[in-house]
């Protein structure tokens, strides 16, 4: 008899609490992207003790994204291993059901894909939203190591957390070329362009003024002008992330909000037609 307590101790090495519960291809792609991740790890921390990393920038590595994310796939894939015993034993999942299982191994690689974000929207077959993900990843990418600034790692990994999140709340059944949800998505893109292209545009003219009182020997006037530079962008551009969280965590609330009032009208109107009966 299969049991949560052993799902949970086979789970420690990831993947095998899935071969347990009947879930081979769903516990090999855990296994094997662990084993992936791992020898990235070691590879970029190779690289970097022998000065020849081509992963990093100055203030970002591709090592700071990879040793995270394997520890949340380590956590996640533990969890999954709990909730799918769960599911398979309460009939929510049939192991036999090749067709569904296989839809579900794809969005699981889809998801991890999107440690690169936008990678697993192309695999799924999300052209629109994976192009513009991508687009917008190697943008910040660049900017965050061009401008120097901490403060832009923190928005990769958001964008990182939230392309991982958009394809795990995306239905099955969902479909690909949702012309209100791309409009949206683009809307949100352009935003982001035009504050990147702002950025840029500040720093080129902070640092041609600050070359130009070098040159003529104020080094503690460019030294001022730097320091309240990246003082302002900072916040700035913390403030643009933390409006951008606000707003969308409002909306993706009263949208919940909605589906359980009308969850809950449909529930009782089924009450209503049962009692007639």
């Not at 086979?10 to 992936?36: D, E, M, T, V």
Request: glycine share 6%.
């Amino acid at each position: 008899m299969k049991t949560k307590k052993k799902t949970i101790l086979a789970s420690l090495i990831p993947g095998f609490g899935h071969f347990y519960i009947g879930l081979r291809a769903r516990g090999g792609i855990f296994l094997l992207a662990q084993i992936i991740f791992y020898i990235l790890i070691r590879s970029v921390h190779y690289n970097s003790e022998n000065s020849v990393s081509i992963l990093s920038f100055q203030s970002f590595s591709v090592s700071s994204i990879i040793q995270p994310f394997c520890w949340i796939l380590y956590v996640c894939s533990i969890m999954d291993a709990i909730v799918c015993f769960e599911n398979i034993f309460t009939g929510k999942i049939d192991i036999n059901d090749e067709e569904a299982e296989e839809k579900r191994d794809r969005k699981l690689i889809g998801m991890i894909l999107n440690i690169i974000p936008g990678v697993g929207h192309l695999f799924l077959g999300k052209v629109n939203k994976g192009k513009s993900l991508l687009l917008l990843f190697f943008l910040i990418y660049v900017i965050a190591n061009v401008v120097n600034l901490q403060i832009l790692t923190i928005a990769l990994m958001l964008l990182i957390v939230l392309s991982v999140l958009d394809l795990y709340r995306a239905e099955e059944s969902e479909v690909n070329n949702n012309l209100f949800e791309i409009k949206d998505f683009y809307e949100k893109c352009k935003k982001v362009c035009v504050v990147a292209g702002v950025l840029l545009i500040l720093y080129a003219i902070v640092y041609a003024a600050s070359e130009v009182l070098a040159y003529f020997g104020n080094v503690e006037m460019v030294n001022y002008i730097k320091y309240f530079f990246n003082i302002a962008i900072n916040a700035l551009i913390a403030i643009f992330i933390g409006f951008i969280l606000i707003k969308n965590g409002i909306r993706y609330s009263e949208a919940k909000e909605k589906e359980l009032d009308q969850q809950i009208s449909e529930e009782k109107e089924k009450e209503k037609i049962d009692e007639d009966f």
